[in-house]
């Protein structure tokens, strides 16, 4: 009773619906690459190539999401608890994650548009913003776990950067006319490699 006369309330869950969501989102993804008719490619090598920019998309939308739901699951990892803030952010969040099959799906049928990805990179810059306002709320209105200190907190701060400014690479791109620039986030999984190990070393020091 006096967790919810104090506002807060376990985060068990929202962390259910995120992950259902998240996984509602990921499926969805593979309906949007169809297989046209066999009478369209002699065989079935020159029918995986046709539908190679479809195959990138989804493999790129799925990695998004899957780095999206590690940062989320590592960030909830560490919150004690929350509050009406953090479930209205999360529920916007979460709008944002349902759109990711559609941005996707846009970016694709019209591949040939250097601003049809925008869309998608939009999306996700949203996403990873929202992300980030939630750590810092957490971490400056006491939600986090006692254990947690202020350099976990601060790389962590760093750490939930890399998305949206990704973002903001790969819409400058689409901008200057680059049908290709969500390629821009192959790039995180070397980011966060990059930063773990900077900020290993900087806490030893």
């Not at 929202?14 to 998240?22: C, H, I, P, S, Y």
């Not at 996707?104 to 591949?111: F, K, M, N, Q, V």
Request: some cysteine.
């Amino acid at each position: 009773m006096s967790v919810m006369i104090e506002g807060r309330f376990p985060k068990n869950r929202l962390e259910a619906l995120t992950d259902g969501m998240f996984a509602i989102a990921m499926t969805i993804l593979v309906l949007g690459i169809e297989v046209p008719a066999t009478s369209t490619y002699p065989d079935a090598v020159s029918l995986v190539l046709g539908l190679l920019p479809e195959l990138y998309h989804y493999t790129l939308a799925f990695g998004m999401l899957m780095i999206l739901w590690v940062v989320h699951h590592r960030q909830f990892g560490v919150v004690d608890h929350i509050d009406s803030t953090i479930l209205w952010l999360s529920g916007i969040s979460l709008l944002f994650i349902a759109l990711i099959p559609f941005s996707t799906s846009l970016a694709t049928e019209y591949g040939e548009d250097p601003l049809a990805p925008i869309f998608l990179e939009a999306n996700l810059l949203v996403i990873g913003c929202i992300y980030a306002v939630i750590w810092q709320y957490t971490a400056r209105n006491r939600l986090l776990k006692p254990t947690i200190d202020q350099d976990r907190i601060r790389v962590t701060t760093y750490r939930t950067l890399i998305v949206p400014i990704t973002s903001i690479i790969a819409i400058t791109f689409a901008l200057a006319g680059s049908t290709w620039s969500t390629i821009a986030y192959l790039a995180i999984p070397f980011l966060k490699m990059i930063h773990t190990r900077l900020s290993e070393r900087a806490m030893t020091k």
